[in-house]
């Protein structure tokens, strides 16, 4: 998603997904750019085709950190509550199975990126 030979710099999606991310506590860096672009992949499918504004970037963004990050440290750069918020959305995830934020948790297993207390305490398993 960069203009044509870089000359048109980067996505205005991946800008906001990149924002959202520092905003959540984890760098920008600290996420392959496939998992970003898959990322924002996916936001556009569940908004029928539009473009992901900041809003639902930085719900998705707080999703990944938590993920990737593990409990401890999102919670030192994020808050209780925002953890506490974060483990709701997961837990939910779990129960049903699908939708966006079930597929952005799948997204960090596939990837090799989950933190290895977030699968263990919510039981996760790629199936």
Known sequence: MRGLFGLFG???ELERLDLALRAAGLHPRAVPDAVKLTTV???KEAGGGSAPDQRKC?????????CILGP???????GAAQTEAVEMRLAAACET???MDAR??????HAG???PT??????????
């Open 10 to 12: 980067r996505a205005a």
């Open 41 to 43: 992949k996916l936001l």
């Open 58 to 66: 930085g719900s998705a963004a707080v999703l990944l950190a938590y």
């Open 72 to 78: 401890q440290a999102f919670t030192a750069a994020s």
């Open 97 to 99: 199975g699908g939708g």
């Open 104 to 109: 952005l948790v799948l997204l960090t297993m």
């Open 113 to 115: 990126l989950i933190h």
């Open 118 to 127: 977030v699968v263990e305490r919510h039981q996760l398993t790629m199936e």
